[in-house]
């Protein structure tokens, strides 16, 4: 009788057992069970070096040659978020939010269109982002006849649905939507044709994307490997305003978001990693005063390690404001420039729409010729350019992107030993329009003229970059006057790349004075080659 007792007793909480763990398991808004042992992996292999996670090891950093040879990638976002095609990528935030963002009310617009949140949320699109024309090998032809170096596809937007084989959640692009692995197979065509491949991580900032209402749906809990926990800061009432308000990230928060940004690497060992700026706070954080810095440090250490030991150099780490030290990753401008050249080398991220990351409808384009001349003066100053693109959710680049893209192909090559493997001069150039500067600066800048020339070199090559065509024909180079302090002393030749025609030049106190023939060689920035 006894030993039956035990027996039901102990079958007993046998089964009770399982049953929490099948609760935990169940419970989205626990941690997932994947990632305690995901994190013990990780700080194995960090402890085993060469980088460990701490700034002074990080900081012994060094950008592989790769990278600074590379000057052009193509971003993508590409998401659930494509299938309102609406205002722009953050519609998944703006349409809890019942206030205008840059001219559009989204929460209006989305009950409208679609029903109320507590109906229809942003969950429901899923099903709709089917994929069904999406061809790996026509993107990855597209970016290479653009004269794409590397490509940045976006591994998880703040939306939180990544479009890659997760671990850590039910909610990706395997599961639902496309039922396929999108970063797998971008992976595959874009080194197929000798392409780098970076991936973004956006996922720091699902933390405060959803701002909630007890009536909405992405205030229920089983959501929340989409939407993240429903947190009560997020059911404020100025919740929406994250630049006042960012209440830090939570243990749990922010060891899942280290367990899926290293399986990133340990699934498709990407060449370069890109973060958005929910790694920290704000512009003025630095990265010793970042509460997240600790999982910053353990991230970098570990796919540095890892990096280096499949290919013999680490990755990129490109970074937003002061999240790391200069020399433990490469800064990143969101949509604007430096008007200096800068040391380390650096990168600027923009997109061919002005109005949005994410497909839309309405784009407003921006033309070929003004993102060649962006990318000539981020070069000239030592730095690269990641220019991003918007897929339809049916996985159609737009044919204008297309275009646009076609175009600065066209150009490079006529033109692009000019940019790829150069470095930059000693000057990054001269005329009258000035670049101007900090996050989002891009609108106020005004197109550059005739008058202004950047540079560029490799080896005993200077190249000087005219940024328009002078309806005189003619140019004087100021800095390459006689007597000036970056004269050149002898000049073997000059020729205008993609020309077949001769160019007349000389050179005396005012200038480097060079007589251009009639025809252009190209569509805009006409590049002198001096030797």
């Known amino acids: 009788m006894r030993r039956t007792n035990l027996f039901a007793t102990l079958v007993c909480l046998l089964s009770m057992g399982t049953a929490l763990l099948t609760a935990s398991a169940d419970d989205a808004t626990a941690p997932h069970p994947q990632v305690a042992p995901a994190l013990e992996k990780i700080d194995a292999v960090i402890g085993e070096g060469p980088f460990h996670a701490n700034w002074e090891s990080l900081g012994k950093y060094e950008i592989p040659q790769w990278y600074q040879d590379a000057k052009f990638g193509i971003f993508i976002h590409w998401g659930v978020y494509s299938v309102p095609a609406y205002g722009s990528e953050w519609y998944p935030r703006q349409m809890y939010i019942d206030t205008e963002r840059r001219g559009d009310n989204f929460f209006a617009h989305h009950i409208e269109t679609y029903g109320p949140q507590s109906k229809f949320g942003y969950k429901d699109f899923i099903p709709m982002f089917k994929a ?63 392409m780098k491949l970076g991936l973004s991580s956006h996922r720091a900032f699902n933390w405060k994307y959803y701002v909630r209402r007890p009536e909405f749906d992405n205030a229920a809990p089983q959501f929340a490997r989409l939407y993240g926990r429903p947190m009560p800061f997020l059911f404020e009432p100025d919740a929406d305003n994250y630049q006042a308000r960012f209440e830090p990230q939570d243990k749990q928060f922010k060891d899942d978001w280290l367990a899926r940004t290293c399986e990133l690497v340990d699934k498709y060992n990407p060449d370069l990693v890109w973060f958005d700026f929910g790694i920290t706070a704000g512009q003025e954080t630095t990265y010793d005063t970042n509460h997240f810095s600790p999982y910053l440090q353990r991230f970098a250490a570990y796919y540095y390690d890892v990096s280096q030991k499949r290919s013999g150099s680490p990755g990129v780490i490109n970074y937003k404001w002061q999240a790391f030290p200069e020399d433990a990753a490469v800064l990143d401008l969101e949509r604007s420039k430096m008007d200096a050249i800068r040391e380390p080398f650096w990168q600027t991220d923009t997109a061919i729409s002005s109005s949005s990351w994410g497909y839309t409808q309405n784009q407003k384009y921006k033309s070929a010729g003004r993102l060649v001349d962006d990318l000539v003066d981020i070069v000239s100053k030592n730095g690269c350019l990641l220019l991003n693109v918007g897929p339809r959710a049916d996985g159609t680049i737009p044919t204008e992107d297309q275009k646009i893209l076609l175009s600065i192909g066209d150009w490079l090559r006529i ?45 005993d090559t200077l190249y000087a970059i005219l940024l328009d065509w002078p309806e005189s024909r003619e140019v004087t180079i100021k800095t390459l006057a006689d007597g000036a302090e970056f004269a050149l002393t002898d000049i073997d030749s000059i020729e205008l790349l993609g020309s077949p025609d001769e160019v007349q030049w000389k050179a005396d106190r005012e200038g480097l004075h060079v007589t251009l023939p009639d025809a252009k060689p190209c569509e805009f920035a006409y590049v002198l080659k001096i030797r």
């Not at 479009?163 to 395997?174: G, I, K, P, R």
């Not at 033109?415 to 101007?436: D, L, S």
Request: glycine letters at 8%; proline letters at 5%.
């Open 415 to 459: 033109n692009g030993e000019a940019i790829y493997h150069t470095t930059h001069w000693k000057v990054y150039g001269e005329g009258p329009t000035q670049t101007a500067t900090g996050h989002l600066s891009e609108k106020k800048n005004l197109p550059f003229t005739a008058k202004d020339i950047r540079f560029t070199s490799k080896d």
């Open 132 to 194: 069904e024309k999406f061809n790996a090998d026509q993107w990855a032809d597209l970016f290479a006849r653009a004269g794409a170096k590397y490509v940045v596809p976006v591994a998880e937007h703040h939306d939180g649905f990544p479009m890659y084989d997760c671990s850590f959640t039910e909610w990706d692009a395997t599961e639902m939507g496309p039922h396929r692995d999108i970063i797998a197979e971008l992976s595959k065509s874009i080194r197929q044709r000798g």
